[in-house]
């Protein structure tokens, strides 16, 4: 059974950073690509970040430049850092891991930005 266990949210004034934390219960590299998604009220999850075991990352278009996605091989985690945070940012985040059949979640992060 993977797990993914998440930290770092909190709440944050507009304009401030935060920094989330994924560790994995297995080697990172087992797995297709490892991410992150959010999930405001209301709305649908939505991916934030991902990185492939080759280490391919990609963004969503809106977060591009605020927030970077890493990764700590040694220590299976999975990380990002989030920049310039909007009030738009809050959501609940969520650690995925993708095998090519099957998808991993962490139990979710808050993340609340207030203006």
């Known amino acids: 059974q993977v797990q993914l266990v998440e930290s770092g949210g909190g709440l944050v004034q507009a304009g401030g950073s935060l920094r989330l934390s994924c560790a994995a219960s297995l080697s990172i590299f087992s797995f297709n690509a490892m991410g992150w998604y959010r999930q405001a009220p209301g709305k649908q999850r939505e991916v934030v970040a991902r990185i492939t075991a080759s280490g391919s990352t990609n963004y969503a278009d809106s977060l591009k430049g605020r927030f970077t996605l890493s990764r700590d091989n040694a220590k299976n985690t999975i990380y990002l850092q989030m920049n310039n945070l909007k009030p738009e940012d809050t959501a609940v985040y969520y650690c995925?891991?993708?095998?090519?059949?099957?998808?991993?979640w962490g139990q979710g992060t808050q993340v609340t930005v207030s203006s």
């Open positions: 995925n891991a993708a095998f090519v059949s099957q998808n991993y």
